[in-house]
Nanobody, 116 residues
């Protein structure tokens, strides 16, 4: 059974930083693409950042230069370092893993709230 457990969310002032972590189990982590999505209240879930099994990354335009996604295959963990946070970054952040066969799983989400 695939499990993704996010941590690191919380309340931060505008301009501050947070680091999200997502620990995966039940799947061959290093073979899979990982991503962070977010869903703000009243909005659709959107991709924030993604990293392939080979380490290639891509980011939403709204977070480029501020967020960094990384992975530690030895720890089965993916991270999202978020700097220069602003109120528009307030959302529930979800970790996602996608297998080469196309199956996809999400974690339970972690709330990030940025106060202005």
């Amino acid at each position: 059974q695939v499990q993704l457990v996010e941590s690191g969310g919380g309340l931060v002032q505008a301009g501050g930083s947070l680091r999200l972590s997502c620990a995966a189990s039940g799947i061959s982590f290093s073979l899979n693409d990982m991503g962070w999505y977010r869903q703000a209240r009243g909005k659709q879930r959107e991709l924030v950042a993604a990293i392939t099994g080979g380490g290639r990354t891509n980011y939403a335009d709204s977070v480029k230069g501020r967020f960094t996604i990384s992975r530690d295959n030895a720890k089965n963990t993916v991270y999202l370092q978020m700097n220069s946070l602003n109120a528009e970054d307030t959302a529930v952040y979800y970790c996602n893993i996608r297998s080469p066969g196309g199956s996809s799983w999400y974690g339970q989400g972690t709330q990030v709230t940025v106060s202005s």
